[in-house]
C-alpha cells in the first residue's frame, strides 16, 4: 500500500464521502488513486478560494469532517481567507496539500514552501508527514482533533514521495471521536441555577456552538422557565441561529456597534451567554466596555478561552452546552418558587408582545417600500420570506442586505438552515451553499450573495453547473461594497460623513453577472420586482440545476 491509500482508508473509516479539490501536480496521486476508488467522490472546483468554503458548508451542515485538497503552497495561499473562515467558524475541516517530493527540497525547487507553518495560525493543528509509516497515524489524529471539541481546522502536508512510497503492516484502524456531552461540575451548575431563578430581568446570549452541539431545544426549556429573551450573537460571528426566529423569546441579534450592544443589555441583571465569543467586535466605538458594569455574567461554553476572556464572569461554566443546558433547566425549574414562575410567565408575555409588535412595523415599512425602484432591502427581504419553505436552508453573505430581517419576518422556524459568514474573509457564500447542498440534498438551498463579495468566489458556479447541484443563487446586486460605507460613517471620517468614497463603487462597467454565470453553465435571470422575485424563487427551488437570479436593489 502505498501513503495516498493509506491516506484514503483512514478517511473512508472515517466515513469521508466527498473529497473537494482543485488538483497539481504535487497532489497527482491522490486524482489517480481515485480514478479506481468508488468510496469517494471528488468534487472539482476552479479554484481553491470556493473549493475551500465548498468543504467548510458541507461539515457545517453534515457535521462531519469536510476534507479539501489544494496544490502545494500557491494553493494553500489562495485557500488561506477561507481557512480563516473555517477557524472563526471551528468548522471540523482537514485541509491537504502535496508539499514538493524531499529529495527536491534542499534545491528549493518551484512551488515548494514552508506550509506548515503559514497555516498553523489558523488550524488546531498542522503537520507535514515525514514517514509512510506515519500517514495512518497522522491522518486519525487530524480527523479526531478537527472532530473533537471545540471542533476546528487542521492542515496536513503530503510529500510527494511520502505519497507514492508503499509499505505493508500499517494499523489503518478508524480514529475514534470522544463523546462530546461532557457536562459542567454540579457546583457551578447549582449556583448559576439559583442566580439565573432569583434574577430579576436575566437575559440569554446565544451562539453558534449551541446549534452546533444540538442544544436548541435545551435552549428553548431554559428560556422558557426563565422568561428570558434570547439574543444571538454579533453578525461578526453570526454563524447559526441558536433558536427558532419565531419564538417569540427570540429577540434578534446583537448591534454590530459597542453603543447599540450596550443599550441593548442596560436593562438585564443577569446575563447567561453561552457558545457564543463575548465579544467579537468589528470596529473600535464608544463605550469601550459594551457589557454594562453591574451585569452579572454567567457562560458556559465548551471553549474554555472564551469564558472570562473579554469580561469577568461571575460564574463560569465548562462543558457541552447541551448537557450544560439540560441540566441547568431542570435545577432552575427544582428551584423556582411559584412567585418565580409566575414573574417568568409574566416575562414572556412583554417579550412576546415587543417581538410581535418588531414584526408588524417591518411588515409595514416593507409595504410602504414595495413600489419603490431599483427595489429596496425591505422588499428584497419580504419577497424572499414569501418564497421560502420551513425546510430551506440560507447561506448568507451579504449583511447589510438581510440585515437580520428575515429573522424578524420569523423564517427561519428550524435555525439549522441559517449559515452566516464568520470570519469575513469573502468569497465564501457560494462555494459554502454548493457544500451544504451536498450534504442536504433534500432541502432547498438559497445562497443569498452580496455582488461584491460575489465575485471573489464566482467560480464555485461551474461546480454546480458540472455536478447538476441544485443551489438557487441570489446576488444582492447594489453595485458597491457597502458595508464599507456604513463603516466610514461609524468612523466618523470625514469624506465619507460628505458620501464621498474611493473604490468602493462598481461601477463603470456595472459587473455583468448574467454573462458570468452563463460562462460557467449556470442559467441565470435579472430580477427587478419583488413579485417577480417570490415567483422566481418558488419555482427555481424545485430545479433539478443551479440558477442565478441578478436582484437589482437600491443604490
Same mark, same amino acid.
Given at each position: 500500500?502505498?501513503?495516498?491509500?493509506?491516506?484514503?482508508?483512514?478517511?473512508?473509516?472515517?466515513?469521508?464521502?466527498? &473529497?473537494?479539490?482543485?488538483?497539481?501536480?504535487?497532489?497527482?496521486?491522490?486524482?489517480?488513486?481515485?480514478?479506481?476508488?468508488?468510496?469517494?467522490?471528488?468534487?472539482?472546483?476552479?479554484?481553491?478560494?470556493?473549493?475551500?468554503?465548498?468543504?467548510?458548508?458541507?461539515?457545517?451542515?453534515?457535521?462531519?469532517?469536510?476534507?479539501?485538497?489544494?496544490?502545494?503552497?500557491?494553493?494553500?495561499?489562495?485557500?488561506?481567507?477561507?481557512?480563516?473562515?473555517?477557524?472563526?467558524?471551528?468548522?471540523?475541516?482537514?485541509?491537504?496539500?502535496?508539499?514538493?517530493?524531499?529529495?527536491?527540497?534542499?534545491?528549493?525547487?518551484?512551488?515548494?514552501?514552508?506550509?506548515?507553518?503559514?497555516?498553523?495560525?489558523?488550524?488546531?493543528?498542522?503537520?507535514?508527514?515525514?514517514?509512510?509509516?506515519?500517514?495512518?497515524? %497522522?491522518?486519525?489524529?487530524?480527523?479526531?482533533?478537527?472532530?473533537?471539541?471545540?471542533?476546528?481546522? /487542521?492542515?496536513?502536508?503530503?510529500?510527494?514521495?511520502?505519497?507514492?512510497?508503499?509499505?505493508?503492516?500499517?494499523?489503518?484502524?478508524?480514529?475514534?471521536?470522544?463523546?462530546?456531552?461532557?457536562?459542567?461540575?454540579?457546583?457551578?451548575?447549582?449556583?448559576?441555577?439559583?442566580?439565573?431563578?432569583?434574577?430579576?430581568?436575566?437575559?440569554?446570549?446565544?451562539?453558534?456552538? /449551541?446549534?452546533?452541539?444540538?442544544?436548541?431545544?435545551?435552549?428553548?426549556?431554559?428560556?422558557?422557565?426563565?422568561?428570558?429573551?434570547?439574543?444571538?450573537?454579533?453578525?461578526?460571528?453570526?454563524?447559526?441561529?441558536?433558536?427558532?426566529?419565531?419564538?417569540?423569546?427570540?429577540?434578534?441579534?446583537?448591534?454590530?456597534?459597542?453603543?447599540?450592544?450596550?443599550?441593548?443589555?442596560?436593562?438585564?441583571?443577569? &446575563?447567561?451567554?453561552?457558545?457564543?465569543?463575548?465579544?467579537?467586535?468589528?470596529?473600535?466605538?464608544?463605550?469601550?466596555?459594551?457589557?454594562?458594569?453591574?451585569?452579572?455574567?454567567?457562560?458556559? @461554553?465548551?471553549?474554555?478561552?472564551?469564558?472570562?476572556?473579554?469580561?469577568?464572569?461571575?460564574?463560569?461554566?465548562?462543558? @457541552?452546552?447541551?448537557?450544560?443546558?439540560?441540566?441547568?433547566?431542570?435545577?432552575?425549574?427544582?428551584?423556582?418558587?411559584?412567585?418565580?414562575?409566575?414573574?417568568?410567565?409574566?416575562?414572556?408575555?412583554?417579550?412576546?408582545?415587543?417581538?410581535?409588535?418588531?414584526?408588524?412595523?417591518?411588515?409595514? @415599512?416593507?409595504?410602504?417600500?414595495? @413600489?419603490?425602484?431599483?427595489?429596496?432591502?425591505?422588499?428584497?427581504?419580504?419577497?424572499?420570506?414569501?418564497?421560502?419553505?420551513?425546510?430551506?436552508?440560507?447561506?448568507?453573505?451579504?449583511?447589510?442586505?438581510?440585515?437580520?430581517?428575515?429573522?424578524?419576518?420569523?423564517?427561519?422556524?428550524?435555525?439549522?438552515?441559517?449559515?452566516?459568514?464568520?470570519?469575513?474573509?469573502?468569497?465564501?457564500?457560494?462555494?459554502?451553499?454548493?457544500? /451544504?447542498?451536498?450534504?442536504?440534498?433534500?432541502?432547498?438551498?438559497?445562497?443569498?450573495?452580496?455582488?461584491?463579495?460575489? &465575485?471573489?468566489?464566482?467560480?464555485?458556479?461551474?461546480?454546480?453547473?458540472?455536478?447538476?447541484?441544485?443551489?438557487?443563487?441570489?446576488?444582492?446586486?447594489?453595485?458597491?461594497?457597502?458595508?464599507?460605507? %456604513?463603516?466610514?460613517?461609524?468612523?466618523?471620517?470625514?469624506?465619507?460623513?460628505?458620501?464621498?468614497?474611493?473604490?468602493?463603487?462598481?461601477?463603470?462597467?456595472?459587473?455583468?453577472?448574467?454573462?458570468?454565470?452563463?460562462?460557467?453553465?449556470?442559467?441565470?435571470?435579472?430580477?427587478?420586482?419583488?413579485?417577480?422575485?417570490?415567483?422566481?424563487?418558488?419555482?427555481?427551488?424545485?430545479?433539478?440545476?443551479?440558477?442565478?437570479?441578478?436582484?437589482?436593489?437600491?443604490?
Amino acid at each position: 500500500m502505498i501513503g495516498m491509500e493509506a491516506l484514503l482508508e483512514i478517511l473512508a473509516a472515517s466515513r469521508v464521502r466527498y &473529497i473537494f479539490g482543485n488538483p497539481g501536480s504535487t497532489e497527482l496521486s491522490l486524482n489517480d488513486v481515485l480514478v479506481g476508488d468508488g468510496r469517494f467522490e471528488y468534487i472539482l472546483g476552479l479554484h481553491e478560494l470556493p473549493v475551500t468554503a465548498m468543504a467548510d458548508g458541507y461539515a457545517q451542515a453534515s457535521g462531519e469532517l469536510g476534507v479539501v485538497c489544494v496544490h502545494v503552497s500557491p494553493g494553500l495561499g489562495n485557500a488561506m481567507g477561507m481557512l480563516f473562515n473555517a477557524y472563526s467558524s471551528g468548522t471540523p475541516l482537514l485541509l491537504i496539500a502535496g508539499q514538493q517530493d524531499r529529495r527536491l527540497q534542499v534545491r528549493e525547487p518551484a512551488l515548494v514552501g514552508d506550509m506548515v507553518s503559514v497555516a498553523r495560525p489558523w488550524t488546531k493543528w498542522s503537520v507535514e508527514v515525514q514517514r509512510v509509516e506515519d500517514v495512518p497515524t %497522522v491522518v486519525r489524529r487530524a480527523v479526531q482533533t478537527a472532530l473533537t471539541p471545540p471542533t476546528g481546522p /487542521v492542515f496536513l502536508s503530503v510529500p510527494v514521495d511520502v505519497q507514492l512510497e508503499s509499505t505493508a503492516n500499517l494499523d489503518l484502524s478508524a480514529p475514534h471521536i470522544p463523546s462530546r456531552r461532557v457536562r459542567p461540575p454540579a457546583d457551578a451548575l447549582n449556583e448559576a441555577a439559583e442566580l439565573l431563578a432569583q434574577a430579576r430581568k436575566p437575559a440569554i446570549l446565544a451562539g453558534s456552538r /449551541v446549534t452546533e452541539a444540538d442544544g436548541v431545544g435545551e435552549l428553548v426549556a431554559l428560556a422558557e422557565r426563565l422568561g428570558a429573551p434570547v439574543l444571538s450573537e454579533q453578525q461578526t460571528s453570526h454563524g447559526r441561529l441558536p433558536m427558532p426566529a419565531d419564538h417569540p423569546l427570540y429577540a434578534g441579534t446583537l448591534s454590530l456597534w459597542a453603543a447599540g450592544v450596550r443599550e441593548s443589555l442596560e436593562d438585564f441583571d443577569v &446575563i447567561f451567554v453561552v457558545g457564543m465569543n463575548l465579544l467579537r467586535q468589528f470596529i473600535y466605538g464608544e463605550p469601550p466596555r459594551p457589557v454594562p458594569e453591574h451585569v452579572r455574567l454567567i457562560h458556559l @461554553d465548551e471553549r474554555a478561552w472564551e469564558i472570562g476572556k473579554n469580561y469577568p464572569v461571575e460564574i463560569g461554566l465548562l462543558g @457541552d452546552p447541551k448537557a450544560g443546558l439540560a441540566e441547568l433547566a431542570q435545577t432552575v425549574s427544582e428551584i423556582q418558587s411559584p412567585e418565580l414562575v409566575g414573574a417568568a410567565a409574566q416575562r414572556t408575555q412583554e417579550y412576546a408582545a415587543r417581538r410581535f409588535a418588531e414584526r408588524e412595523a417591518l411588515l409595514a @415599512d416593507i409595504e410602504t417600500q414595495w @413600489d419603490l425602484r431599483p427595489m429596496a432591502t425591505t422588499a428584497f427581504m419580504g419577497a424572499l420570506s414569501r418564497a421560502l419553505p420551513p425546510d430551506a436552508a440560507l447561506v448568507d453573505e451579504a449583511p447589510t442586505t438581510q440585515g437580520h430581517l428575515l429573522e424578524t419576518l420569523g423564517v427561519f422556524a428550524d435555525p439549522t438552515g441559517y449559515f452566516g459568514q464568520r470570519g469575513w474573509a469573502l468569497g465564501w457564500g457560494v462555494g459554502c451553499a454548493v457544500g /451544504v447542498k451536498l450534504a442536504w440534498p433534500d432541502r432547498p438551498v438559497v445562497a443569498l450573495v452580496g455582488d461584491g463579495a460575489a &465575485i471573489y468566489g464566482i467560480q464555485g458556479l461551474w461546480t454546480a453547473a458540472h455536478y447538476h447541484i441544485p443551489v438557487v443563487f441570489l446576488i444582492a446586486n447594489n453595485a458597491q461594497y457597502k458595508i464599507l460605507k %456604513v463603516a466610514g460613517a461609524v468612523m466618523q471620517l470625514p469624506q465619507a460623513a460628505q458620501g464621498k468614497y474611493l473604490g468602493m463603487d462598481l461601477v463603470d462597467p456595472e459587473v455583468d453577472f448574467l454573462g458570468l454565470a452563463r460562462s460557467f453553465g449556470v442559467e441565470a435571470l435579472r430580477v427587478t420586482e419583488p413579485e417577480a422575485l417570490s415567483e422566481a424563487v418558488r419555482d427555481s427551488l424545485h430545479r433539478t440545476e443551479p440558477i442565478l437570479l441578478d436582484v437589482t436593489i437600491e443604490r
